[in-house]
């Protein structure tokens, strides 16, 4: 029974954190996600103190130093007035427990499966909605934001091929990847394409001659012919939000309305470089420091790192920095070589989405780090062991 309760506080908190939107206005309301992650706290709380008794690679030593820096400036801003102690308890906690989690988990697979039934549900969700206002194409499936769902999509995306690996079921595969795209050009995101592109070269170079001789396998060429046959029968240019997306890309209203943000986020932070202007102030502050009209709905930071800069200062910017730097590079030739690749590239592809998102503090943002961080600790945990194996053979008792 109380497994069963905590793969159900599990799966809500996976669930809610993709579809928040969903959760808080179409099912139970605004308290529901404080209700989930309460859960989710009380199933798992010997866990989460167990976890800062665990092995500590160097990735979660970076992470511990980003935090704390992080907290800190949460104090300050405390004592300054800038927020209260409950939301600052409100935007911490989610980071570390959510990271500690995934970094410690003992279910990674488990895991993995609820995100990628959380985010076909998201998917199947934008299938059967409505555009966001009569006037666009885009669709988000369970959040909120269009940018956010592309987010998830392309994770996921990454997951999926490496849970396929893992299964080997083809209907699987070809079941959630057209899913995946057909919902992702609903998201209209052109930072999601463009990702998209960066990361299939990346995976291209780095996987050259495993693609390539895949390319001949007997699944690969079956489904290179359903995707022939398909392509001969639908005409991809005929759907609503391809040509959607063909005007959006005409545009450059966005990217102009985003470098003014980011512009501000820089002015913002050279006038307060210490402590920021305070956790959540971004938004208030914005109009003071753009050097250009920026419309009300463009107030957001538009960039992970630009948030962290403006509102909480130096400290906690380079040390976001210098953590994301050993996340992602940290034993990367060992996970290169392994299936683990394509959890690297779902968190790389939520670090490049986060580039014109404003993800710092969202759950969802450090759920897939974690993964990436969970898989270096179990090479991490590999090398300790040999190490200690090797070191019981050389010098016996």
């Known amino acids: 029974m109380v497994n069963l309760l905590r793969n159900v506080a599990l799966f809500l908190l996976i669930f809610g954190v993709i579809n928040d939107d969903f959760v808080v206005d179409r099912v139970a309301g605004e308290n529901a996600l404080k209700a989930i992650f309460g859960f989710f ?76 039934a959380s985010v076909v549900f998201s998917a199947i969700l934008a299938v059967f909605s409505d555009p966001l206002t009569p006037w666009t194409f885009r669709k988000t499936g369970g959040t909120g934001d269009p940018n956010e769902f592309a987010a998830h999509l392309l994770a996921t995306m990454a997951i999926t091929v490496y849970l396929y690996l893992k299964n080997r079921n083809i209907f699987f595969l070809l079941g959630t990847m057209p899913l995946f795209f057909y919902t992702l050009l609903y998201a209209g995101s052109k930072s999601s394409f463009l990702t998209l592109a960066v990361l299939t070269v990346w995976i291209v170079f780095t996987k050259f001659f495993d693609v390539f001789k895949k390319l001949f396998s007997f699944k690969t060429l079956l489904l290179l012919l359903v995707a022939g046959i398909g392509l001969t029968v639908w005409n ?11 005007e959006r890309a005409k545009s450059a209203g966005t990217a102009k309305t985003r470098f003014v943000s980011w512009n501000a986020g820089v002015r913002m932070a050279q006038d307060n470089i210490l402590t920021g202007v305070g956790m959540e102030q971004y938004e208030k502050h914005v109009k003071e420091y753009a050097t250009d009209f920026i419309a009300k709905g463009s107030y957001a930071p538009h960039n992970f790192l630009i948030k962290v800069l403006g509102e909480d200062g130096f400290f906690p910017f380079i040390t976001l920095v210098l953590f ?69 053979h050389a010098y016996p008792a």
């Open 41 to 116: 706290v009380l199933m798992y709380a010997k866990d989460m103190l167990s976890a800062f008794t665990k092995p500590k690679n160097l990735t979660m030593k970076f992470f511990y130093l980003f935090f704390f820096s992080l907290s800190a400036i949460a104090f300050i801003d405390v004592i300054l007035g800038y927020l209260t102690l409950i939301k600052a308890i409100f935007v911490l906690l989610p980071i570390i427990v959510v990271f500690l989690f995934a970094t410690y988990t003992e279910s990674f697979e488990k895991l993995l499966y609820f995100i990628w």
């Open 236 to 246: 991809p240019s005929q759907i609503a939000a391809v040509k959607g997306l063909e």
């Open 324 to 392: 994301l730097i050993v996340l992602f590079t940290y034993k990367y030739k060992e996970i290169a070589k392994t299936d683990y690749f394509w959890i690297y590239i779902s968190a790389l592809s939520i670090v490049f989405m986060g580039l014109t998102l404003s993800m710092s503090y969202e759950k969802y943002f450090w759920l897939f780090l974690g993964l990436l961080s969970h898989v270096e600790l179990l090479f991490f945990i590999e090398e300790k062991e040999e190490e200690y194996l090797y070191e019981d």
